[in-house]
């Protein structure tokens, strides 16, 4: 049976959570079975108040869609920055579920991903739900997720917080799709930041192919530099991911 846009907002909103933390990828909603992706994300943030502080993210991904509306994924973060070494911080598992697509007569494709965070550093885990959105309009396409993310076990928080990510693209060449990005980080759902104390970055952003191997598997990419716009924000941060996509 499928859900309706409200039904899939609603469930969103009712599931403890975890994984947005300032400036990340942005996804889309849609699963395709058979479909293997092999990602690698880099996150590079600058902040002027403290020369040292700069701090790098790095990610690696693996996802399969095992259906058409069922995909899941494992993933491992490494961070390094001045004060530590280049280390894995968490492993985390992930299954996305689509509920509705544009190219089925949908107005807007939609999907539900469901997280959990194994943290290897000696922090509590966390688990996340994630609301994914999209619309393709003519050559352009929008993407809007919400995430709620929630800290469990020993050491943990008891506060579930929320963030929205944003971004608009123009198809004006499949290797170059132009546009914007925007982050925030709101706070709690029991209590919504002042605005100088929430997380809010805007920037540009290019995404595209980058080529094609014999037998359909390719390569694609997005970056994206994006700039702090409150006291709470890091000054600078710089995104980049690559994609590799086949299938079995």
Not at 128 to 141: G, M, T, V
Request: charged content about 30%; aromatic content about 12%; glycine content about 10%.
């Amino acid at each position: 049976m499928k859900l309706s846009l409200f039904a899939c907002l609603a469930l969103s909103l009712t599931l403890p959570s975890l994984a947005m933390a300032g400036v990340g990828k942005i996804s889309g909603p849609e699963v395709e079975k058979g479909e293997f992706e092999a990602k690698y994300l880099l996150t590079h943030t600058e902040d002027d108040r403290d020369s040292k502080d700069s701090n790098e993210v790095h990610r690696a991904e693996f996802e399969y869609g095992f259906t058409e509306n069922w995909a899941g994924e494992i993933g491992f973060k490494f961070e390094d920055n001045q004060k530590d070494d280049f280390d894995l911080k968490s492993t985390y598992f992930e299954a996305l579920r689509t509920f509705t697509r544009q190219d089925s007569g949908w107005w807007i494709s939609s999907g539900l991903i469901g997280e959990y965070v194994i943290n290897t550093d000696g922090g509590p885990d966390k688990i996340e739900s994630q609301l994914r959105l999209q619309r393709n309009q003519d050559k352009f396409r929008i993407r809007f997720n919400t995430t709620l993310e929630r800290e469990i076990g020993g050491g943990s928080e008891d506060e579930t917080e929320l963030g929205t990510r944003a971004s608009v693209i123009y198809k004006l060449h499949p290797n170059f799709k132009p546009g914007a990005e925007w982050h925030a980080d709101w706070g709690t759902l029991d209590e919504i930041a002042d605005s100088e104390d929430q997380g809010q970055w805007v920037g540009p952003a290019l995404y595209g192919d980058l080529f094609t191997l014999p037998g359909g598997s390719k390569f694609e990419y997005q970056a994206a530099y994006v700039f702090g716009l409150t006291d709470a924000s890091e000054d600078r941060v710089a995104r980049f991911l690559l994609e590799y996509k086949t299938h079995f």
